[in-house]
Structures are given as structure tokens and as C-alpha cells.
């Protein structure tokens, strides 16, 4: 059976009075849940390609960025948008009001998804705000996914929306270790910013009253930091609710080559994207890795500690090394659901199956909505040669496979 992103039944239990204050975010990440375990049971869906209800609207609202981490595909080493113009890709971002207009049409017809916004830095637009409240108006849990420099700004509206989810990323214990990861072209202390403006969310937050919103960590293990997730675990436990640790998404260039052609195959033309994930930051001690994470299990599973996620689930130091040097293990992750159930707006308006390599483009959001693009024609030929046709070699290092 194929395996979907899951969280241990220990870390739902610990997370599970903070949602059931809130029916209203409980009930869709159940619907969202259980329709993954459907798919399993039903297989690859509709054979015209058709999707039903969209469960979340993930929406990368800017690519520009302030800080330069060495993981990152898109300013990363290799990233895709090293060679474009900051001016001219905020110049083609799709104003607030659209998105806004895109909310309520997708609430008339009768989808209440989740609303996810990245980047880039989405505490870089203008409108972060501003959808966050619709949103919570409309009744959709929002969350978003920072680096957390501008938590400051934000953390009010965060309460008082109130918003779903604050998910901020961290890579070091200190801010000798997190800025050497991502790097500020400034020079700024990146570290000490999100301590004071996670202090200033967790006081927004005791006012507003809520519990929201819900603190996560993430966290991309790389070559860097790998001997301090524990050390990471230990710093952030107590300021935030959860804590993620991600195995890091990469593609090697046979791989690269490999879906060059096989994309090419399907669609018609030569997909580019996926290239910004070809990299150096892969750790290479998967012995001190499952110590680590080991030890993180342990102390997460003790009586009012954080629980600790794992994306993907693997376990065990062999599965580490595999999971690091063959990029064609799936380790089960072997069908795709999230285009089913997920959309993905790009910064510039374009809607794509597909999060990390959205070379396949179905349409745009200025000139539809989302609800007239998720059946359309171009959508539904994506699924069908993912149905018929399997995954493509980008795809088993891809958080819409492994960490949806």
C-alpha cells in the first residue's frame, strides 16, 4: 500500500486538545487525513483525471527572499531563481485583492480548504496579512511557512485572525549555526530575530486568548547541522508547539537527466525547476543521524515535552544511506495524492499539479479561478500520466510526495 506523510500517534495525541478547541481546523485536517487513507484503498481516482474537493490551497505568494540558505532550491547553490530580477518577479506578483476574490470564489463553491502561504519570504508581501484575516473570516485555517525575520510584524494579526499555524524554519541551536545556514546578505542576526518574535507571538497569542497560532519548527537536515538536532530539539521545545525535522529535499544530475526525458516524453517540452535542488548540503553521517533522531524520539516521547515529526518517516541508518545516495527509493512513497486534494498557485499567477518542479503549468489565477482550473483539461492529462504512468524521477525527493 502506498505510504502518505503521517504524524506518529504519540505527537497526535500530544497536539490533539490544541486542535479540538477548534472544531472548525479540526474537521478539515481530518477530511484531509482520511481522504489520503481513501486513496490508498481506492487507488489513482477517476480514470479522466478529475479530482474532487480541494483540501488545500498552497499559495508561493513571492519568490523574493532576504536571506540565501545553502539548501534552498530556488537562492540556494544551484536555485532556479538565482538569474531573475528581484524588481521584475515582485512586478508579476498577483495583488492581494485576487487572491482574496480567488477565496471567496472557492468558498462558493462550496470548497473549505486549507490556506497555505510560502515563498520565497511571505512576510515579503505586501498582503500576507490581509489574506490571513479573510481567511479566518471565511472560516479557513491559514498557516504559513517563514524565516521568521519579520515575526515581529506579524504577530498581532497571527493572534487575533486568528491563524492556524506559524511554522518558522530553524537550522541551528545558536546564531553561529543558523545564520551560517541561511545566510543574511545583510549580515543580521537572523537567529536573535526569531527569538524575539517568537516571544512576541507567544505574548500576542496569551492575550488574544485562542491558542492559536499553533508554533512549529522546521527544520532541513543538511551537512551543517546534522550533529545538532538534538540540540535544536532542545533549544526550540519550549518555544514552540511542535518541532519538524525534514530529510531535505535533492535531485542528483542522472536523475536530473532522467526527467528531463521522461518529462519531455509526457508534456512536450523540457522542464527546468527541478534543477535548482541538485546540491551539496546532503549530510553523509547517517549513523550520527539516527543517533540523533534517535535521541529526539526518546526525549519527545516523555510526559510534557514537544513532540518531534519526522518528514519523511525513515528510520534506521541503512534507510538513511539509501535514502541520501539512490534517489530512485521510494521507500513506498509510490502515488502522488496531493494532486488531488492540493493546488498550487505560483507567484506570478501560474497553477501548477506540482510544489517543488511546477514546470507544468494548467493556467493562471488572474485570468481564472481556481475552481474553474482544478478539472480542467491540462490538470486532468497531469493526473492521468501520473495514474497511468507512474511517478517521474523528480518526484521521489518531493514534499508533495513525501511530505504532503
Known amino acids: 500500500m502506498n505510504k ?19 472544531p472548525w481546523i479540526a474537521k478539515r485536517l481530518a477530511l484531509l487525513q482520511a481522504e489520503k487513507w481513501w486513496f490508498n484503498l481506492l487507488g489513482s481516482g477517476p480514470e479522466d483525471g478529475s479530482a474532487n474537493t480541494i483540501r488545500q490551497l498552497s499559495i508561493r ?14 537562492w540556494g547553490e544551484r536555485g532556479f531563481l538565482l538569474d531573475k530580477d528581484l524588481a521584475a518577479l515582485k512586478r508579476e506578483e498577483v495583488p492581494a485583492r485576487r487572491y482574496i476574490q480567488l477565496l471567496d470564489d472557492l468558498a462558493v463553491h462550496g470548497h473549505s480548504p486549507i490556506v497555505y502561504l510560502w515563498g520565497g519570504e511571505p512576510m515579503l508581501y505586501p498582503g500576507t ?9 471565511l472560516g ?38 543558523h545564520n551560517a545556514i541561511r545566510r543574511s546578505p545583510s549580515g543580521s542576526d537572523t537567529f536573535a530575530e526569531i527569538i524575539r518574535g517568537l ?24 551537512r551543517e547541522n546534522h550533529a545538532h538536532l538534538v540540540d535544536i530539539y532542545e533549544r526550540f521545545s519550549r518555544e514552540v508547539d511542535f518541532l519538524v525535522f525534514y530529510l531535505s529535499w535533492w535531485i ?17 517540452f523540457r522542464p527546468t525547476l527541478h534543477r535548482g535542488w541538485i546540491g551539496g548540503w546532503k549530510p553523509g553521517d547517517y549513523a550520527l543521524i539516527q543517533a540523533q533522531l534517535t535521541e529526539i524520539r526518546e526525549r519527545s516521547a516523555r510526559k510534557g515535552t ?19 545516495t539512490d534517489h530512485a527509493a521510494t521507500f513506498g512513497y509510490d502515488r ?63 514534499c508533495g510526495l513525501m511530505g504532503y
Not at 148 to 177: C, K, N, W, Y
Not at 252 to 268: I, K, T, V, Y
Not at 313 to 323: E, F, H, M, P, S
Open 199 to 222: 516571544e512576541l507571538v507567544r505574548e500576542a497569542r496569551d492575550r488574544a486568548g485562542k491558542g492559536l497560532p499553533i508554533m512549529a519548527s522546521l527544520t532541513t537536515i543538511s
Open 4 to 22: 502518505t506523510s503521517r504524524i506518529s500517534p504519540r505527537a497526535i495525541l500530544k497536539l490533539f486538545l490544541k486542535h479540538a478547541r477548534h
Open 61 to 74: 505568494i513571492t519568490d523574493v527572499c532576504n536571506l540565501r540558505c545553502i539548501m534552498c532550491g530556488q
Open 306 to 324: 514537544a513532540p518531534a515529526i519526522l518528514i519523511p518517516d525513515i528510520d534506521g541508518a541503512d534507510n538513511l544511506r539509501t535514502y541520501y
Open 336 to 398: 502522488c495524492i496531493s494532486i488531488r486534494q492540493a493546488v498550487e498557485i505560483n507567484s506570478n499567477g501560474d497553477m501548477s499539479p506540482c510544489r517543488d518542479y511546477h514546470d507544468f503549468v494548467v493556467g493562471n489565477v488572474r485570468e481564472q479561478t481556481v475552481t474553474e482550473l482544478w478539472n480542467s483539461e491540462p490538470y486532468r492529462r497531469f493526473r492521468q500520466s501520473l495514474a497511468r504512468d507512474g511517478l517521474m524521477p523528480a518526484c521521489t525527493r518531493c
Open 252 to 268: 542528483d544530475e542522472e536523475s536530473a537527466a532522467a526527467h528531463d526525458a521522461d518529462f519531455e516524453r509526457r508534456f512536450g
Open 140 to 177: 479557513l485555517p491559514a498557516s504559513i511557512a517563514t524565516n521568521g525575520t519579520r515575526l515581529a510584524q506579524g504577530a498581532e494579526t497571527f493572534a487575533a485572525a486568528p491563524m492556524h499555524l506559524l511554522q518558522v524554519s530553524i537550522d541551528g541551536h545558536d546564531s553561529a549555526l
Open 129 to 137: 496579512l490581509e489574506i490571513i484575516e479573510h481567511a479566518a473570516r
